[in-house]
Antibody, heavy 123, light 108 residues
């Protein structure tokens, strides 16, 4: 079955760069149509889509955060890494990675999610 | 940037029907997806491609689309359905994903 798990620091200081790793199993990121995305959720607030990487290394970013985000994949390790620069307290959130299925005729959506990891930005 | 609009809250009594709407200009062109999120848990996909139900999701969950509005309907609401519900779609060009602001469903 498909599983994903996020890992990374729980606390970062303002202006620092956040690096999160999504380690997954049950699928391959070399399979046509498949992708892995990142979504975050500030405490008590709504979900916000951040970025997505596809099997062919195509990458998409949230327009509002594009300048601060980088997403990469290591297919051999079954990992996807998200970096976010210049962290601010407003970036405090639970960060989720999720599986984007390969379903003809559809755009991006997520059928399996990791448990999420809470990242707090504070000095 | 593109936005999806949901009502902040919906309340229903057990056994009644709950309808949660989501509005967006690109919805006639892009499919909508719905997620259920209970406190402290990751979201769960309950509807994809406007009206398809993933395996394991109860039949009381259904979706529909009409113009710029999509609707999640929960028939015969149960106490366990109390959760936040999020719609998700894409911008008109399909370049990036976007989530609605979420709707808190309260079962009275």
């Amino acid at each position: 079955q498909i599983t994903l798990k996020e890992s990374g620091p729980t606390l970062v200081k303002p202006t620092q760069t956040l690096t999160l790793t999504c380690t997954f199993s049950g699928f391959s990121l070399s399979t046509s149509g498949v992708g892995v995305g990142w979504i975050r959720q500030p405490p008590g607030k709504a979900l916000e889509w951040l970025a997505l990487i596809y099997w062919d290394d195509d990458k998409r970013y949230s327009p509002s955060l594009k300048s601060r985000l980088t997403i990469t994949k290591d297919t051999s390790k079954n990992q996807v890494v998200l970096t976010m620069t210049n962290m601010d307290p407003v970036d405090t959130a639970t960060y989720y990675c999720a599986h984007r299925p390969s379903l003809p005729g559809t755009r991006d959506y997520f059928d399996y999610w990791g448990q999420g990891t809470l990242v707090t930005v504070s000095s | 940037s593109y936005e999806l609009t949901q009502p902040p809250s919906v309340s229903v009594s057990p056994g009644q029907t709950a309808r949660i709407t989501c509005s967006g200009d690109a919805l006639p062109k892009q499919y909508a997806y719905w997620y259920q999120q209970k406190p402290g848990q990751a979201p769960v996909l309950v509807i994809y491609k406007d009206s398809e139900r993933p395996s394991g999701i109860p039949e009381r969950f259904s979706g529909s689309s009409s113009g710029t509005t999509v609707t999640l309907t929960i028939s015969g609401v149960q106490a366990e359905d109390e959760a936040d519900y999020y719609c998700q779609s894409a911008d008109s060009s399909g370049t990036y994903a976007v989530f609605g602001g979420g709707t808190q469903l309260t079962v009275l």
